[in-house]
T-cell receptor
């Protein structure tokens, strides 16, 4: 089992640029989550999907953030325009209904906005 | 709003020195409590799920327990490779699959 795959692992970008983070969930999972981790706030849920449909995006900080899941094996999180305060580790996680809400995380995308 | 508080923030142990990590929570109706381990530069790794008060789960040197207000992660005779950040999360259920995480306990085990 390949696990949740995220790319890029590291990204350094200039303020104002567009950033796209990518995620491939574990095959067969019907839930996909995007989390952000910072020292100050810990792990925060940004958005989650069920069967490719966004269910709760109340954690998305502002309109600069958007997420899509065009099919069961791919999701993107986009930040446009990026700001230095967006610097964080972004995690994708997936799970399935029968797992009792156990979710499995990818290795994360480390974003630095300068 | 669900709240999770983990203590201590950091814990340093000698190899073989047993101890416990605490996770206290406030939720409107607990459906599940989760423990994860996170190594530096890695994503959280699933350890346990507990669903009801009185439940216990064990894995090697780790044992997780659950009461109506808190969970403990007991570490027996730890080894240096147990050094990591341990995260606790709660799921308050309903139709919402949102997990609320604590900020974690950084455990260091010295040889």
């Amino acid at each position: 089992d390949a696990g949740v795959i995220q790319s890029p692992r590291h990204e350094v970008t200039e303020m104002g640029q567009e950033v796209t983070l990518r995620c491939k969930p574990i095959s067969g999972h019907d839930y996909l989550f995007w989390y952000r981790q910072t020292m100050m706030r810990g792990l925060e849920l940004l958005i989650y999907f069920n069967n490719n449909v966004p269910i709760d995006d109340s954690g998305m900080p502002e309109d600069r953030f958007s997420a899509k899941m065009p099919n069961a094996s791919f999701s993107t999180l986009k930040i446009q325009p990026s700001e230095p305060r967006d610097s964080a580790v972004y995690f994708c996680a997936s799970g399935w209904t029968a797992s009792g809400n156990t979710i499995y995380f990818g290795e994360g995308s480390w974003l630095t906005v300068v | 709003e669900d709240q999770v508080t983990q203590s201590p923030e950091a814990l340093r142990l000698q190899e073989g020195e047993s101890s416990s990590l605490n996770c206290s929570y406030t939720v409107s109706g607990l459906r599940g409590l989760f423990w994860y381990r996170q190594d530096p530069g890695k994503g959280p790794e699933f350890l346990f799920t507990l669903y009801s008060a009185g439940e216990e789960k064990e894995k090697e040197r780790l044992k997780a327990t659950l009461t109506k207000k808190e969970s403990f992660l007991h570490i027996t005779a730890p080894k240096p490779e147990d050094s990591a950040t341990y995260l606790c999360a709660v799921w308050s259920g309903g139709s919402n699959y949102k997990l609320t995480f604590g900020k974690g306990t950084l455990l260091t085990v010295n040889p």
